[in-house]
């Protein structure tokens, strides 16, 4: 019970974000410019964000094949979309990671769960470490030379301090940590290519490095616990960040929602891959 009331508390932060949002903008003017948008750059903008996906998906083997936990490239990619999709659209337990971690266990009920737990938090850490550089180093530009200091002091703290931890809690990922790092970069620069291709749909074509700050921000904020998938949560920071850095919040809030709809389409297709194990599962069993 406890877990549908947290679901049904996000879905409604959720809501209540997108309408905050939604008031703060002329609403015909953002519907006119999503329909106006031109369609062939938007259906190639799915390109830069299903690779970023698949980058994701090769970081997470390679962390649990460092931790000797032997999952291939294609079933972890399997496991990646189905988690999407849980994500996304599934209320209660059964979230990303939490399927992730019951589907591996079940996999490999000989590796603990501790060690499985701890490979997932190692996956979420060693991309928010990375975008957390890009988003400072991409928002030096903006802040004042004391804030520059303080954000460049933090960002080395914080990347001594994932250091010493992962030499503390899981060595293992040392030798690989310049491979998976480079995934990382990977799922970061796609999607940020697909900002400028969303940009481009709408006909914008100045302040790139601005709506790449939104963004990168944007995507920091989207991991905090508190809206569907990040839903509203990119909205607001685009629309207020739009204000900070003098850029139009009206196509900051446009490329936001546009890129909401191609992570929600994206996360639809894990119902293929669940309806997929269905058919195998199925056809095993009536043999």
Same mark, same amino acid.
């Given at each position: 019970?406890?877990?549908?009331? &947290?679901?049904?508390? &996000?879905?409604?932060?959720?809501?209540?974000?997108?309408?905050?949002?939604?008031?703060?903008?002329?609403?015909?003017?953002?519907? &006119? $410019? +999503?329909?106006?948008?031109?369609?062939?750059?938007?259906?190639?903008?799915?390109?830069?964000?299903?690779?970023?996906?698949?980058?994701?998906?090769?970081?997470?083997?390679?962390?649990?094949?460092?931790?000797?936990?032997? /999952?291939?490239?294609?079933?972890?990619?399997?496991?990646?979309? +189905?988690?999407?999709?849980?994500?996304?659209?599934?209320?209660?337990?059964?979230?990303?990671?939490?399927?992730?971690?019951?589907?591996?266990? $079940?996999?490999?009920?000989? &590796?603990?769960?501790?060690?499985?737990?701890?490979?997932?938090?190692?996956?979420?850490?060693?991309?928010?470490?990375?975008?957390?550089?890009?988003?400072?180093?991409?928002?030096?530009?903006?802040?004042?030379?004391?804030?520059?200091?303080? $954000?460049?002091?933090? $960002?080395?703290?914080?990347?001594?301090?994932?250091?010493?931890?992962?030499?503390?809690?899981?060595?293992?990922?040392?030798?690989?940590?310049?491979?998976?790092?480079?995934?990382?970069?990977?799922?970061?620069?796609?999607?940020?290519?697909? +900002?400028?291709?969303?940009?481009?749909?709408?006909?914008?074509?100045?302040?790139?490095?601005?709506?790449?700050?939104?963004?990168?921000?944007?995507?920091?904020?989207?991991?905090?616990?508190?809206?569907?998938?990040?839903?509203?949560?990119?909205?607001?920071?685009?629309?207020?960040?739009?204000?900070? /850095?003098?850029?139009?919040?009206?196509?900051?809030?446009t490329v936001s929602v546009l890129f909401d709809?191609?992570?929600?389409?994206?996360?639809?297709?894990?119902? /293929?891959?669940?309806?997929?194990?269905?058919?195998?599962?199925?056809?095993?069993?009536?043999?």
């Open positions: 019970m406890i877990r549908y009331l &947290k679901w049904a508390a &996000k879905l409604l932060a959720t809501g209540i974000l997108l309408y905050w949002v939604f008031i703060q903008t002329d609403r015909q003017s953002l519907f &006119k $410019a +999503i329909s106006g948008s031109e369609k062939s750059i938007l259906f190639f903008a799915f390109v830069p964000y299903l690779v970023s996906r698949v980058s994701g998906a090769f970081r997470l083997t390679t962390i649990l094949n460092a931790a000797e936990v032997p /999952l291939s490239h294609a079933s972890g990619l399997r496991l990646n979309w +189905i988690s999407m999709f849980y994500g996304m659209f599934l209320p209660g337990g059964l979230g990303g990671d939490a399927y992730k971690l019951i589907r591996l266990r $079940a996999l490999f009920p000989d &590796k603990g769960v501790l060690l499985l737990t701890r490979t997932l938090l190692w996956d979420r850490l060693i991309g928010l470490v990375v975008l957390t550089i890009l988003t400072v180093s991409f928002a030096m530009p903006y802040l004042l030379v004391i804030y520059q200091v303080v $954000a460049a002091s933090l $960002a080395l703290i914080g990347c001594l301090v994932f250091w010493l931890a992962t030499r503390r809690w899981i060595p293992q990922l040392l030798p690989y940590m310049g491979r998976l790092l480079v995934f990382s970069l990977v799922v970061q620069l796609t999607q940020i290519a697909c +900002i400028f291709m969303l940009l481009s749909s709408i006909q914008i074509h100045e302040h790139y490095n601005q709506y790449n700050v939104l963004f990168l921000v944007s995507s920091v904020a989207s991991t905090l616990p508190i809206s569907v998938g990040g839903v509203g949560v990119r909205e607001v920071v685009f629309l207020e960040g739009a204000q900070l /850095l003098m850029v139009s919040a009206q196509a900051a809030v709809i191609i992570v929600t389409l994206t996360a639809a297709t894990g119902s /293929l891959a669940i309806l997929g194990n269905a058919r195998v599962v199925s056809t095993s069993a009536s043999k």
